[in-house]
């Protein structure tokens, strides 16, 4: 039987070799969103910004951030650019004088479309010897280590 040490290292090389493989897959990710149009000159955020508004109807600059482990700033340029290109629009927010919503146009919503089926349609072609039932497995496990790492970013450790 391992003593509880080893088993704690073990389980600590295997989390460490996990954060390491989601790092490398994401590089490779990022290469052929490029390639494929998924990643624009915005950078990835642009997709999920446009997801984010697809899924949960409109929001605010500040709202879509705390979604996010980047700074408000940073959306407020995503959602200029998107707006420039007339894929998002600032409507008045009646909860809140100053704080505008941002929500996809008719054109935004055909681009996120066309975005979201390309991704589909790479998917489609991946992971063909792997079940669904492990790769909802790999979510939930992905989730759960991505809350833990921004919960610790939250509290600076």
């Not at 979604?67 to 290109?85: F, N």
């Not at 991704?119 to 072609?125: F, R």
Request: glycine share 8%; net charge positive.
């Amino acid at each position: 039987m391992p003593s509880r040490s080893s088993t704690v290292d073990d389980r600590a090389d295997a989390i460490a070799e996990l954060l390491l493989e989601v790092a490398q897959c994401f590089f490779r990710i990022r290469v052929v969103g490029q390639k494929t149009g998924l990643i624009t000159s915005w950078g990835g955020g642009s997709f999920g910004f446009m997801r984010s508004l697809a899924l949960l109807g409109p929001l605010t600059v500040p709202q879509i951030a705390e979604m996010r482990p980047t700074s408000r700033q940073r959306m407020q340029r995503l959602a200029d650019e998107l707006a420039a290109e007339g894929l998002v629009e600032f409507v008045d927010n009646p909860k809140h004088r100053r704080s505008k919503l941002v929500q996809l146009t008719r054109k935004g919503d055909a681009q996120y479309r066309e975005m979201n089926a390309k991704l589909l349609a790479i998917a489609s072609t991946m992971g063909l010897d792997v079940s669904e039932a492990s790769i909802r497995k790999a979510t939930e496990i992905l989730r759960k280590l991505s809350d833990d790492v921004k919960s610790r970013f939250e509290r600076g450790t």
